[in-house]
Every structure is written in structure tokens, then in C-alpha cells.
């Protein structure tokens, strides 16, 4: 474990779970971002580094999430934008409200905005993109809130002539309609990884909604970067179709076969990725049933190697019939 580490070069990102009675504390100079999770968490910071993310974690305070890089990081603040860049890589978040135009108006307006911003930049190549929004799944048929969002997702994307970055689209339940997008983006492309027991969800038929969501299933670093593979947000998904309707155990069970084969098309390309979740993975899972929370806490830590990073948060997730859905980071 010790000669492991030893041998390993540096990551330029290194996600963490980290406990803290005032995030300030974990501000320094060599952190890109942090993220406080639920009630206990401070709302606002004044760092353009600080991301609160209205999601309830299952029992006690949640941890933060802090993103340590090598390098001396410098803030900035543009507008309606705002994150951090240390020379390799940048980190940057929109927030905003859902005024007139709606959920779709508030979606092409944040990616118009953060596309605009990446042609200036210095990283304007995307990797990763999160995007958290009220009640994901209100709303019937097309007027779902999730099929508006990739509406305007979709349109805001237009003038951005790259791959569709790794991707998570996750419903609050906090009642405050205020689009939240955040995401990583470097000097160079990265790979795009594309799961084969699942169809790419760009392609995804007409059934679920008139615009297929924006999104890569993973996404590998650019080769002068040592990143973890970005993992999307992963459900029981195979071909385009939910499995398993209301069975929580196998709707697990089919996310891990997802990353199972997800890791397995990585490792083509970067042939030291472990096959295994271990002590470089940090996963976030997403729960829909309030009280099926520590089920999948406890099936987690069945499933699990003790040294994965894991935060299961309440949740809604973008089709009514998942129960559960996993994004993280894995190297
Ligand atoms: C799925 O497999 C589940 O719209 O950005 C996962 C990850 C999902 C990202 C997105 C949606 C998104 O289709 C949903």
C-alpha cells in the first residue's frame, strides 16, 4: 500500500470526504472546490470555491467534499460564474434562479453562459458537468422538469463544438428553484467512455423526452492529466430501458454490472485503472425513498471495499421508476 502510493506520481485531482465543523477550515490553497451537503451546511461562503448542494445526506452531518489538486489554485469570479483554476485544470459553477423562462429557459441560459465562458478560457475543453434542479421529475409527459431541462440544455450547447461531457442530473428537494451547474474542464480533451451494455444516452429514443440528455457515461483525462476516471451518474439502466421496477437490491446490482462494464471499456485505453472500486473510488449514491436510506447504506458496505469513499444523499432521481443512481470518481 505504502511502496503503491510511494510510486504513483501526484493526481491533479484528488476528491475526498472530509469532516469539518466550518468548511473555511478546508480552504486552502491547494483546493479547487468544496462542497457542503444538506441542512447543516452553510448555504453561502464567501469563496467563489464553495458549492452548496441542498440534498440531505442519510444520518448525522455530511461530510464536505473537498477537490485537492498539486497546484496553488486561484479563485475567480465572472459575472454569474465563479470557481477556481490551478494551471491544469478549472472548476467553475452557475447558479441560477428559474424566473419567467422556466426550467428550460434557466438551463440554456446557464450552458449559453458557460459555454461562452469556456471559448474564453484558457481551459475551454469540459469534462465533467453536475446539474442539480428542484423536483426533477414534476410534471407529465414532456412537461417532465428533467425532459425541459435537457430541452435547454441541448439548446444552450449549441455553440460548443467539443464531446458531451460525463454527466449527473440529480432532483433536489428543497423547493428552491435555482439551477445549479458545476463542472470541470481542462486545457486538452478528454476521452469520452460510452457503456456498452448501455445505449449512448445522446441516442436515447423519443420515449423519453424530445431532446436526448447531453451526456457521456465516463470520461478519461486528457493524456497530460492524472485524474481519476469521471464517473456519470450510473442507474439500473441496460440498452435505454429501467430495470428491476421496484426491487432496490437489483437495481444496485445492475448499477455495479454498469460500472463494472464501464471500467472494463476504460481500462482499454488506460490498462492500470483497477478493475475493482478500492481506496481511489469516492461515490456518491443518490436515494430516492427517504426510508430505503439505510438499506442502501448497509448494501453499500456489503457491496463495498471499507476504503471507498462513499456519501448516500436523498435524492430524486430523473426517471420516477429509479430508486437509486451512483456517480464518483475512480482511480
Ligand atoms: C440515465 O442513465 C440516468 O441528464 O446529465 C444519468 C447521468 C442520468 C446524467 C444527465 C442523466 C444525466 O439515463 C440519468
New binding site residues.
Given amino acids: 500500500m505504502i511502496a503503491h502510493a510511494a510510486a504513483a506520481q501526484a493526481a491533479d485531482l484528488t476528491p475526498a470526504y472530509v469532516h469539518a465543523a466550518d468548511p473555511r477550515a478546508l480552504l486552502g490553497r491547494g483546493v479547487l472546490a468544496v462542497f457542503g451537503f444538506g441542512d447543516a451546511a452553510p448555504r453561502t461562503l464567501d469563496d467563489p470555491r464553495y458549492v452548496h448542494i441542498g440534498l440531505q445526506p442519510a444520518a448525522g452531518p455530511a461530510p464536505f467534499e473537498v477537490w485537492r489538486t498539486p497546484r496553488a489554485v486561484t479563485p475567480w469570479q465572472s459575472g454569474e460564474l465563479r470557481g477556481a483554476h490551478d494551471g491544469k485544470l478549472a472548476f467553475g459553477c452557475i447558479e441560477i434562479a428559474e424566473l419567467h423562462a422556466g426550467i428550460i429557459g434557466a438551463a440554456e441560459f446557464a450552458y449559453r453562459e458557460l459555454v461562452a465562458h469556456l471559448q474564453g478560457s484558457a481551459y475551454p475543453h469540459l469534462l465533467r458537468?453536475w446539474?442539480y434542479l428542484d423536483a426533477i421529475t414534476e410534471g407529465a409527459g414532456d412537461e417532465e422538469r428533467?425532459r425541459q431541462?435537457?430541452i435547454g440544455?441541448a439548446a444552450g450547447l449549441v455553440g460548443y463544438g467539443g464531446q458531451f461531457p460525463a454527466?449527473?442530473?440529480i432532483g433536489r428537494r428543497d423547493g428552491r428553484r435555482i439551477l445549479q451547474v458545476f463542472w470541470l474542464a481542462a486545457r486538452s480533451p478528454g476521452a469520452a467512455i460510452e457503456n456498452p451494455r448501455?445505449l449512448a444516452?445522446y441516442r436515447?429514443p423519443r420515449q423519453?423526452g424530445p431532446q436526448p440528455?447531453?451526456?457521456a457515461?465516463a470520461m478519461l483525462a486528457p493524456s497530460a492529466l492524472r485524474l481519476p476516471l469521471l464517473l456519470?451518474?450510473?442507474?439500473a439502466?441496460v440498452g435505454?430501458a429501467s430495470q428491476h421496477g421496484d426491487d432496490l437490491p437489483t437495481q444496485l446490482q445492475e448499477t455495479f454490472r454498469n460500472f463494472d462494464a464501464l471500467i472494463l471499456e476504460a481500462q482499454a485505453q488506460v490498462p492500470s485503472l483497477p478493475c475493482n472500486f478500492g481506496g481511489g473510488t469516492l461515490l456518491k449514491a443518490y436515494v430516492r425513498d427517504r426510508d430505503a436510506m439505510p438499506e442502501v447504506t448497509a448494501r453499500l458496505d456489503a457491496l463495498l471495499a471499507p476504503d471507498v469513499a462513499r456519501l448516500v444523499l436523498h435524492a430524486e432521481?430523473?426517471?420516477r421508476e429509479?430508486l437509486v443512481?451512483i456517480?464518483g470518481f475512480h482511480s
Fill in positions: 458537468a446539474n428533467y431541462f435537457c440544455r454527466g449527473t442530473a448501455q444516452a436515447y423519453y440528455p447531453s451526456f457515461r456519470s451518474g450510473t442507474a439502466v435505454h432521481i430523473c426517471r429509479l443512481e456517480d
